[in-house]
């Protein structure tokens, strides 16, 4: 079994910021990602970024220069820093773990809300 909690979700002004992080446990492959995804009402699920056990980054274009994910591989923690928040980041974010050949298992958390507004 692997357990996701995130943390850090909260009610922000428009230009600024906030930090989500995610905690996994149980038994994880050593060679894992994690990421973040977010759901907006009324919209599907997105990605938002993912990182590699190696350190490799990938970023929705739409937080491209904004937002920053780092891990602790010890402790397979991944945090998401957000800066210059806009109204349109509201929405639900849920961390992501997957591991295994083609990503195979996959578990989310519970998510935590982000809401941008003045």
């Known amino acids: 079994q692997v357990q996701v909690v995130e943390s850090g979700g909260g009610l922000v002004q428009p230009g600024g910021s906030l930090r989500l992080s995610c905690a996994a446990s149980g038994r994880i492959f050593a060679d894992n990602a994690m990421g973040w995804y977010r759901q907006a009402p009324g919209k599907e699920r997105e990605f938002v970024a993912r990182?590699?056990?190696?350190?490799?980054?990938a970023y929705a274009d739409s937080v491209k220069g904004r937002f920053t994910i780092s891990r602790d591989n010890a402790k397979n923690t991944a945090d998401l820093q957000m800066n210059s928040l806009k109204p349109e980041d509201t929405a639900v974010y849920y961390c992501w773990i997957a591991h295994g050949l083609g990503n195979k298992y996959q578990y989310w958390g519970q998510g935590t809300q982000v809401t941008v507004s003045s």
């Open positions: 990182v590699t056990s190696a350190g490799t980054t």
